[in-house]
Nanobody
Framework: QVQLVESGGGLVQAGGSLRLSCAAS????????MGWYRQAPGKQRELVAS????????NYADSVKDRFTISRDNAKNTVYLQMNSLKSEDTGVYYC????????WGRGTQVTVSS
């Protein structure tokens, strides 16, 4: 059974930091590219960061580049998102999922940035 469980969100002031975690089970985690997605209020879900399975090469949306860092621990089947210099526009629900396939979405974790 596939399960993606996100955690680490919260309320933070602009300029602050948060670290999100996503624990995956039921998927071949170590051989799959993983991504963090964000759904802002009233907007569609978007991919903000991704990481390859083997080399760990990361890609970022322009809106988060140089502020967010994605990483993974294949031994723990976990992917992380370090978010620094947070802005109010980073507010939303953050989800993890595969990049080239699709697993059932988890509940996500709410990030609220106050200005």
């Amino acid at each position: 059974q596939v399960q993606l469980v996100e955690s680490g969100g919260g309320l933070v002031q602009a300029g602050g930091s948060l670290r999100l975690s996503c624990a995956a089970s039921g998927i071949p985690f170590s051989i799959r590219a993983m991504g963090w997605y964000r759904q802002a209020p009233g907007k569609q879900r978007e991919l903000v960061a991704s990481i390859t399975s083997s080399s760990g090469r990361a890609n970022y949306a322009d809106s988060v580049k140089d502020r967010f860092t994605i990483s993974r621990d294949n031994a723990k089947n976990t992917v992380y998102l370090q978010m620094n210099s947070l802005k109010s526009e980073d507010t939303g629900v953050y989800y993890c999922n595969l990049v080239y396939y699709s697993a059932p979405w988890g509940r996500g974790t709410q990030v609220t940035v106050s200005s």
